[in-house]
């Protein structure tokens, strides 16, 4: 099982920036991908950025270009640098980790609890 924790989140005006942490612990087999998705009020949840295990990343369009993704396999926390924010950017930003509790098993995916970003015009 894996435990995460986001944190990072808050208000900031237009043109600033945040950056969120995710803090992954307990234990797994295998890891593959992290991510981050978000879902603002009355909208669907969507995948904003993922790393792979290879280090391949992906950014959804409209944070291309603003938002990096990084993680730090030694303290085990994965990061999400969001600069340039618009208020288009107002959700809550949950952090992903996906695991296999044994050899052979499917793939699923731990969420943390989300974190508020709120980005004012």
């Known amino acids: 099982q894996l435990q995460l924790v986001e944190s990072g989140g808050g208000s900031v005006q237009a043109g600033g920036s945040l950056k969120l942490t995710c803090a992954v612990s307990?234990?797994?087999?295998?890891?593959?991908?992290m991510y981050w998705h978000r879902q603002a009020p009355g909208k669907k949840r969507e995948l904003v950025s993922s790393?792979?295990?290879?280090?391949?990343?992906y950014y959804t369009d409209s944070v291309k270009g603003r938002f990096t993704i990084s993680q730090d396999n030694a303290k085990n926390t994965l990061s999400l640098q969001m600069n340039n924010l618009k208020p288009e950017d107002t959700a809550v930003y949950f952090c992903?980790?996906?695991?296999?509790?044994?050899?052979?098993?499917?793939?699923?995916?731990?969420w943390g609890q989300g974190t508020q970003v709120t980005v004012s015009s």
């Open positions: 307990g234990d797994i087999f295998s890891r593959c991908g």
């Open positions: 790393i792979n295990s290879d280090g391949t990343t």
């Open positions: 992903g980790a996906c695991g296999k509790i044994r050899f052979g098993a499917s793939p699923f995916i731990y």
